[in-house]
């Protein structure tokens, strides 16, 4: 099973973060992953994307035009790669950073209230975590156990006293997301 994802958002949001996060919680399970980031030259508040490959097989190339999920946090996102998720494919969207909500029918469509969340757990950092655990609600792409070993191994180790929070951020995303 080859799936294939788009984060995007604008930078500061932790859009390469999870990307990253999400590559290596699929390197933890033996799986085959692919992360490519791409960003705009003032990365903090500037636009981010990143397209995550996971699969059982190898995989042939990094480069994608369409998408089997994207997850879109503001509402330029939305818009640019709202028409690039196949038909049947997963969109999910941040609900405070996109405004006129998405139109297609042919997909499944969920909302997620992450920095209200975020904000509920006073500390806006793990926006990016409450997403991931959405998206893991709706497509169990990884385990939650190889999501926190993928922690240890991207976090900083002055931040692994951080990781008890970001696994509570991410079964908070599993609570809070919502299909449309």
């Known amino acids: 099973m080859k799936t294939e994802i788009i984060i995007a958002g604008f930078g500061g949001q932790g859009v390469l973060s999870m990307g990253k996060?999400?590559?290596?919680?699929?390197?933890?399970?033996?799986?085959?992953?692919?992360?490519?980031?791409?960003?705009?030259?003032?990365q903090r508040g500037g636009?981010?994307?990143?397209?995550?490959?996971?699969s059982d097989k190898q995989i042939a190339s990094p480069i994608l035009s369409?998408?089997?999920i994207a997850i879109v946090l503001n509402q330029p996102s939305l818009d640019k790669f709202q028409a690039r998720v196949k038909p049947g494919g997963?969109?999910?969207y941040d609900?405070?950073?996109?405004?006129?909500?998405?139109?297609?029918?042919?997909?499944?469509?969920?909302?997620?209230?992450?920095m209200d969340k975020a904000i509920e757990l006073k500390n806006t950092?793990?926006?990016?975590?409450?997403?991931?655990?959405?998206?893991?609600?709706?497509?169990?792409?990884v385990t939650l156990e190889g999501l926190e070993k993928a922690l240890y191994k991207t976090l900083?180790?002055?931040h692994h006293g951080l990781i008890p929070l970001n696994m509570q951020a991410v079964n908070e995303g599993m609570e809070i997301i919502r299909k449309d």
């Open 156 to 158: 900083p180790e002055r």
């Open 90 to 92: 997963i969109l999910i």
């Open 66 to 68: 369409n998408y089997d």
């Open 21 to 42: 996060i999400l590559a290596y919680s699929g390197l933890m399970e033996g799986k085959e992953v692919t992360w490519m980031p791409a960003y705009g030259p003032e």
């Open 95 to 114: 609900s405070a950073g996109v405004f006129n909500l998405p139109t297609r029918t042919d997909i499944h469509t969920f909302s997620i209230n992450a």
């Open 47 to 54: 636009t981010a994307n990143v397209t995550v490959v996971i």
């Open 125 to 141: 950092k793990v926006f990016n975590m409450i997403v991931l655990g959405g998206l893991l609600k709706v497509a169990p792409l």
